[in-house]
């Protein structure tokens, strides 16, 4: 299925930019506080991040890919990180994970494969500015 992967490619376009997690890693929505409501740009950065599914460690950068993964394997791998991370009894877990799986299929629905993206609050659109070799 379509997924957004984390990626290295246009890192550094923006000045806070960061990537935490391992290439090709798949990313989901993180916890995003409070705090920092208004401002995408700030110290934080949970408002430009996704996080990856492993190492729940986050990025500003993400592409599109499509891999050999079944949207059933997703699911059960985003549930397992309600359950266990955040205690969340089973029927809370599934909810929470069908809503962001339809979420993030609706993200990667309407951008091409191999396009880079960042998030800037609750938007998602392709990084401006990258060297001509990896917009692919
Ligand atoms: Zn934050």
Sequence with gaps: MKVLVATKDGQGIRKNDFCWVPEGEILHFGFECDSDRDDIDGYCGCRRGMVGLDCAKATTTMKVAELP????????????????????????????????????????????????LEKRGDKFQTRRGMPKEVQR
């Design 69 to 116: 993964v079944k949207r059933r394997e997703v699911f059960d791998r985003l549930v397992k990180h309600y359950r266990e991370g955040w205690k969340m009894k089973v029927k809370a877990a599934k909810e929470t994970a069908r809503d962001e799986l339809k979420d993030l299929s609706k993200i990667v629905a309407s951008f091409p494969r191999g396009v880079v």
